[in-house]
């Protein structure tokens, strides 16, 4: 527990038995002494009994050295269920001996007729006070509907919309919207209050102009503006793509790249790196690490959290944009820029996370560019999976960026292909493995990493 900082200490009362639910003490750091104290009493030689009774006491003092961690109980403890059966006669009987096996047992252990005995699923995940408070019905805005629910889907929404006023289009739908919502509008008017914003604002339309077709990644590395700013300016210049070859992207108003066949080069691509055995190379000797992992998950049931950095419109307005602090480190015309490797695939580097969601645009190597322009010229139907392109193009460009990076790790871990055969043809199975999205770190902490999004599957959970 002491390795990994973010585990807590775990304190059984019955450690032997399998039911005990334990009591979790958190990590604090300390400056503190251990010391070592001895009690030395001398009785004294004389005749008078007064002073015999008193005898006499020295202290030895000794520092063994410095403490720098501590662990504190600080929670509540939890219900403790016991595997006990109550009689008729309300008489408590252990079943400890019935229900635990200690050692092999032959077919008849498990065929004994026993009480019903069946312990919680799952204890308590928090181990302070929480609200438990009944509350009324959630009161949404006014032009709020409930979403309709079908049959094969009986989980509806929960809440309202966030505020962002984002336009969603799916492939199907015939008509693209034209223009933002006017809620958009006038969110976007209400938080651009300084000449940083307006900038922003111009950039934006700059880039969309130039390209009709971004997504969220890409902007951030084009432009420097804080990302709760950015929720708000998207939906005022663009809608976004729920489904399709252009899904999770930001199309401009207006512009339909289902009716543009030049629109191809605008589709995303889901690429995974394919890590495994078979490829030559484990999990843990891929160069490309998951941004979280499964092996590394603890339950929620910390009693210190890290709120959460809530931005107001007020912190907006105050230009907390692409401005920033006057404690800033870096400049406020890159402070919050990504790395062009976080939307941009080259030849000979390797992606920053092994779920990357690239534009075709955007892998800049001539065999990828030569399989997606294989049609050029004699487009006849965007189709949902394959867009404009001809059919198995995603596929394709997989097997062959797939070849490129197991050509990477071979040139820099030679030792890993000592004992393997690569395939001749290059094409090999996929064996997925994707990282998730990381937080948004503070406004004052903000360090641009190479990404810090899955844009498909996280973007719309910002305005849903």
């Known amino acids: ?37 001895r009690k030395r009493s001398k009785k004294k030689q004389n005749l008078d009994v007064e002073e015999q009774i008193q005898p006499e006491v020295q202290f030895e003092m000794e520092i063994l050295g410095i403490v720098t ?7 509540m ?37 026993l009480p019903l005995y069946i312990p919680p699923p799952i204890f308590s995940r928090l181990d302070t006070p929480v609200d438990y408070f009944y509350r009324p019905d959630v009161q949404h805005r006014s032009g709020y509907n409930n979403p309709q629910v079908s049959g094969e889907n009986l989980i509806g929404l929960s809440r309202a919309r966030r505020p962002h006023n984002a336009i969603f289009v799916n492939f199907d739908d015939e008509e693209i919207p034209v223009k933002p919502l006017d809620a958009a509008v006038q969110n976007w008017k209400k938080v651009c209050s300084n000449p940083v914003d307006r900038k922003v604002e111009e950039e934006l339309t700059k880039l969309f102009e130039v390209r009709p077709v971004w997504s969220r990644n890409a902007v951030k590395a084009n432009i420097s503006v804080h990302p709760d700013k950015l929720k708000v300016l998207l939906p005022y210049l663009a809608y976004y793509m729920l489904t399709g070859p252009w899904r999770s992207l930001w199309v401009r108003f207006g512009y339909d790249p289902r009716k543009h066949p030049e629109a191809k080069i605008y589709q995303v691509l889901d690429f995974r790196i394919r890590c495994g055995m078979k490829y030559g190379y484990a999990n843990t000797d891929m160069p490309v690490k998951a941004k979280r992992s499964t092996y590394n998950y603890s339950l929620p049931i910390t009693v210190k959290k890290q709120g959460s950095h809530t931005v107001s419109v007020h912190d ?10 006057s404690g ?19 030849e000979g580097a390797l992606p920053p996370y092994r779920q990357m969601f690239y534009q075709l645009c955007d892998l800049n190597v001539e065999s990828l560019q030569k399989i997606i322009h294989r049609n050029d010229g004699m487009e006849s139907e965007c189709t949902e999976r394959d867009g404009w392109c001809l059919a198995k193009t995603s596929d394709d ?17 030679p030792a890993l292909f000592s004992n393997t055969t690569s395939s001749e043809d290059g094409k090999e199975q996929l064996a997925y493995e994707s990282g998730e999205d990381e937080d948004d770190e503070e406004e004052e902490d903000f360090k641009p990493s190479d990404g810090s999004e899955n844009e498909m599957e996280t973007e719309i959970l910002d305005y849903v």
Do not use: W
Request: proline share 7%; with cysteine; glycine share 4%.
């Open 316 to 325: 907006l307005k105050q230009g907390l944009g692409s401005a920033g602090s």
């Open 69 to 75: 961690t501590v662990y504190k109980f600080q929670g």
């Open 1 to 37: 527990i002491y390795a990994d900082p973010a585990k807590r200490l775990e304190l059984y009362f019955r450690p032997k038995d399998p039911y005990c639910h334990p009591v979790c003490a958190n990590r604090f750091p300390t400056s503190t002494m251990l010391l070592r104290v």
């Open 397 to 413: 460009l997989r097997d062959s960026m797939s070849l490129m990076i197991k050509q990477i790790i071979r040139s820099t871990r």
């Open 77 to 113: 403890s939890d219900f403790q269920y016991l595997a006990m059966h109550s009689g008729p006669d309300g008489k408590q009987t252990s079943m400890y001996n019935k229900v635990l096996m200690l050692k092999p047992e032959k077919e008849e252990f498990f065929n004994r007729e």
């Open 328 to 346: 800033a480190k870096k400049p406020p015309s890159s402070r919050y820029k990504l790395k062009e490797s976080i939307y941009i695939f080259r």
